[in-house]
Nanobody, 133 residues
Framework: QVQLVESGGGLVQAGDSLRLSCAAS????????MAWFRQAPGKEREFVAALRWSGGNTYYPTYSDPVNGRFTISRDNGKNTLYLEMNSLTFEDTAVYYC???????????????????????WGQGTQVTVSS
């Protein structure tokens, strides 16, 4: 049974930074594409960032336009943990942030989009990030 547990959320001021963590259990994350999504109040869940595994030790990051240049996704395979470093936070970043993982340990094919939440099977419970303006 795969479990993903997010942590690191909180209340911060605009311009501050936060680092979210997603600890995985039940399997190693080394050979799986993983991502972060978020859901703001009254809005649909949206893609934030993904780390696509393409085989071996090669991972490619993808970011949504609103966070590109401010957020950094990374992983520590030894700790079986995915991270999201968030800098220059704004009020618009306020949301519940979710960690997600695909089910297959095959390298990500070039066709499917990593931004599609339907591609992810396992989800964490979410961690709240609130940015005061």
């Amino acid at each position: 049974q795969v479990q993903l547990v997010e942590s690191g959320g909180g209340l911060v001021q605009a311009g501050d930074s936060l680092r979210l963590s997603c600890a995985a259990s039940g399997r190693t994350i080394r050979t799986y594409t993983m991502a972060w999504f978020r859901q703001a109040p009254g809005k649909e869940r949206e893609f934030v960032a993904a780390l696509r595994w393409s085989g071996g030790n090669t991972y490619y990051p993808t970011y949504s336009d609103p966070v590109n240049g401010r957020f950094t996704i990374s992983r520590d395979n030894g700790k079986n943990t995915l991270y999201l470093e968030m800098n220059s936070l704004t009020f618009e970043d306020t949301a519940v942030y979710y960690c997600a993982s695909v089910a297959s340990d095959s390298p990500w094919a070039t066709g499917p989009s990593v931004t599609d939440e339907n591609k992810y099977t396992y989800w964490g419970q979410g961690t709240q990030v609130t940015v005061s303006s």
